[in-house]
């Protein structure tokens, strides 16, 4: 066999042996391709169930702020109207006096007073009542108090002992002990809990 028969075989196994390895090469590349090609759909369907995700939280908290934020303003708007319907009922229980049922009411606030504190032995009253108080403490001879004109009320009295104890009742603080019930009860007319 020639030298050139030799080299015609050799290329003619090397041109077999290239295209062998030739389409491996394009066999493995199309399978890395495609494996690349999968990773890639995986990895892209991860990031957008991941940015949807966090998306959905970011939403989640936008609602939630908007509804932390409507609750605070409703709170705040219950209780403004809760502060001022106390301050209607304060400033019509002010109106009581100069009218007739005002020397009754006087006088119950003042027998309650010496209910709670039988040793009193001083009565304070707003200077606006005192003409009534001497009325009320005339027509009754279990009260031997002192009077003193003192008071700063929309209406009711207060008693003291020797002792330094002190008792009021007067609209101001009825008004103040019973806060925490009218809350409670204009919370139910109103349906919303108002913060205390």
């Given at each position: 066999?020639?030298?050139?028969?030799?080299?015609?075989a050799?290329?003619?196994?090397?041109?077999?042996?290239?295209?062998?390895?030739?389409?491996?090469?394009?066999?493995?590349c199309?399978?890395l391709?495609?494996?690349?090609?999968?990773?890639?759909?995986?990895?892209?369907?991860?990031?957008?169930r991941?940015?949807?995700?966090?998306?959905?939280r970011?939403?989640?908290?936008?609602?939630?702020?908007a509804?932390?934020?409507?609750?605070?303003?409703l709170?705040?708007?219950?209780?403004e109207?809760y502060?001022?319907?106390r301050g209607?009922?304060?400033?019509?229980l002010?109106?009581?006096?100069?009218?007739?049922?005002?020397?009754?009411?006087l006088?119950?606030?003042i027998r309650?007073?010496?209910?709670?504190?039988?040793?009193?032995?001083?009565?304070?009253?707003?200077?606006?009542?005192?003409?009534?108080?001497?009325?009320?403490?005339?027509?009754?001879?279990?009260?031997?108090?002192?009077?003193?004109?003192t008071?700063?009320?929309?209406?009711?009295?207060?008693v003291s002992?020797?002792?330094?104890?002190v008792?009021?009742n007067?609209f101001?603080?009825?008004?103040?002990r019973?806060?925490?019930?009218l809350?409670?009860?204009?919370?139910?007319?109103?349906g919303?809990?108002?913060p205390t």
């Amino acid at each position: 066999m020639a030298l050139a028969d030799i080299l015609d075989a050799i290329r003619a196994g090397a041109d077999t042996e290239i295209e062998t390895i030739v389409t491996q090469a394009d066999q493995e590349c199309s399978a890395l391709l495609e494996h690349a090609r999968e990773q890639a759909g995986t990895e892209r369907e991860r990031l957008a169930r991941s940015r949807d995700a966090a998306a959905e939280r970011q939403a989640d908290r936008i609602v939630n702020r908007a509804r932390l934020e409507a609750d605070r303003a409703l709170r705040s708007e219950v209780e403004e109207l809760y502060v001022r319907t106390r301050g209607a009922a304060s400033e019509k229980l002010g109106l009581l006096r100069g009218t007739r049922c005002y020397e009754e009411v006087l006088a119950r606030l003042i027998r309650e007073c010496c209910v709670a504190l039988p040793e009193a032995t001083t009565l304070r009253v707003d200077p606006a009542d005192e003409r009534v108080v001497h009325r009320i403490l005339a027509g009754d001879d279990r009260m031997h108090l002192k009077l003193e004109a003192t008071l700063q009320t929309s209406g009711g009295a207060g008693v003291s002992g020797d002792n330094g104890r002190v008792v009021r009742n007067d609209f101001e603080s009825r008004l103040a002990r019973a806060d925490n019930l009218l809350r409670l009860i204009f919370a139910e007319k109103i349906g919303r809990r108002i913060p205390t």
